[in-house]
């Protein structure tokens, strides 16, 4: 449990912690000083230390040197940011050089601050190097996608699938066996359509039981993906491999991953072969209005 605590000769009675966090914080009256309701119930987010202009809240998870003042003129305007987010692409074509320890620890340091459900902070990484392990991963992957293939090839899989779920559902499933099998042909004719030769893989991963947390995961991937892009390197997100990695025990085991974890996002990354030099307009957003005075319409 937290020990939270308020410096009475530090606070400047703003109310803002109250503001933040009326969960943990309560004033009686504007301009009289806060005091702390049930601290068991803290998330440890950090708004309220955050937030405080006086620095007069000292909290247990946060101890001097955690906190650090933000530096207004470092952060991008919107026309960067925009920049940024329209010209990151997919990149699956990559020179074989390795991507240095330190670039890869910045890459996590960015993700480990993406916001996560309740701030349980849940995701964990793995990051594979070695060009042996890699390999490894490649060929259970594909592993896994043999043995699907098969089992959705079986004929008596198929007259089930039929007789239980109509022959729209047999047809679907069909084409995902011949997506299987291209991807299966694609590897033994030499390519790696896993991870494309990357020289580096990060996977992301948390206990299962953890609350959202393969959108925690994907969130941390966001981070991941931009901050390459600002380190001239390129990535893309494996989703061959996490789709494969689901009940895959051979996979888990090479990986040591911890038991009662999952996969949930990977990022294949490398110094790119090529550097885009334009970005491409995508498809409209489709956005129902609902705007003050009761007015609806749709865009496109």
């Not at 920049?83 to 990151?88: D, G």
């Not at 699956?92 to 890459?107: A, C, G, H």
Request: aromatic share 8%; charged share 20%.
């Amino acid at each position: 449990m937290a020990t939270i605590q308020i410096d009475a000769e530090r606070c400047r009675k703003c109310g803002k912690c109250v503001q933040v966090c009326p969960t943990l914080f309560e004033q009686d009256a504007k301009g009289t000083l806060p005091y702390l309701l049930d601290t068991t119930r803290c998330n440890e987010c950090g708004h309220c230390v955050a937030i405080c202009p006086g620095e007069a809240i000292a909290h247990s998870s946060f101890p001097p040197g955690s906190i650090t003042s933000v530096q207004p003129e470092r952060l991008p305007d919107t026309v960067q940011l925009m920049e940024l987010l329209r010209s990151r692409r997919s990149i699956r074509e990559f020179r074989p050089k390795p991507v240095e320890r330190t670039l890869v620890e910045q890459i996590i340091e960015a993700a480990r601050f993406a916001p996560s459900a309740h701030n349980v902070q849940s995701t964990e990484y793995i990051v594979v190097q070695d060009p042996a392990v890699l390999k490894q991963v490649v060929e259970l992957t594909i592993a896994q996608y043999r043995q699907w293939r098969n089992l959705l090839s079986n004929p008596l899989v198929r007259a089930i699938t039929r007789l239980a779920k109509g022959a729209t559902r047999q047809a679907a499933l069909d084409g995902l066996s011949e997506d299987f099998t291209a991807l299966i042909n694609r590897y033994q004719q030499g390519d790696d359509p896993i991870l494309r030769e990357a020289s580096t893989l990060l996977i992301f991963h948390a206990d299962h039981h953890a609350g959202f947390a393969e959108t925690n995961a994907n969130l941390a991937l966001q981070n991941a993906s931009l901050v390459c892009e600002t380190l001239n390197l390129g990535a893309f997100y494996t989703g061959y491999m996490v789709a494969g990695s689901n009940d895959n025990a051979r996979l888990a085991k090479l990986l040591k991953l911890p038991r009662d974890h999952e996969i949930y996002a990977g990022l294949a990354i490398g110094y790119p072969r090529f550097h885009y030099q334009n970005w491409i307009e995508r498809k409209p957003p489709q956005i129902q209005w609902f705007a003050q005075g009761g007015k609806h319409h749709d865009q496109c």
